[in-house]
């Protein structure tokens, strides 16, 4: 028989209940992997191709300014706006290009 568990969501870190139901349900689909999220945040994540995303507001490492991004920013990771963010992209690409034709020789 199966019994209740308790898990911790990977994305909001909360406990929640993999129940004895829901585990029974998970055999006869063959799943293997425990369930890693809680529910409103897998319903979060099914939903998240539809409607508007969530937006964080940051500080941009670049300019200073207000950036608007669709994850929780983190100290340890710059976070830019959407302008600086494409400039970085392309002079990312530019230096990629650079150093393919450089090896290439
Ligand atoms: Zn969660
Ligand atoms: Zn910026």
Redesign the pocket.
């Known amino acids: 028989m199966f019994e209740d568990k308790t898990l911790v969501c990977k994305d909001c870190g909360e406990e929640f209940v993999f129940s004895a139901r829901e585990q029974e349900f998970y055999e006869s689909k063959g799943f293997v992997n425990e369930p890693q999220r809680c529910k409103p945040c897998r319903d979060k994540r099914k939903n998240a191709g539809r409607g508007p995303r969530e937006l964080h507001e940051a500080v ?6 207000v ?1 608007k991004v669709p994850f929780i920013p983190r100290d340890d990771r710059p976070v ?6 494409a400039k970085i992209k392309e002079e990312e690409s530019a230096a990629a290009e650079e150093t393919v034709e450089a090896t290439e020789e």
């Open positions: 941009c490492a670049a300019c200073g300014g950036a830019y706006c959407s302008e600086c963010f």
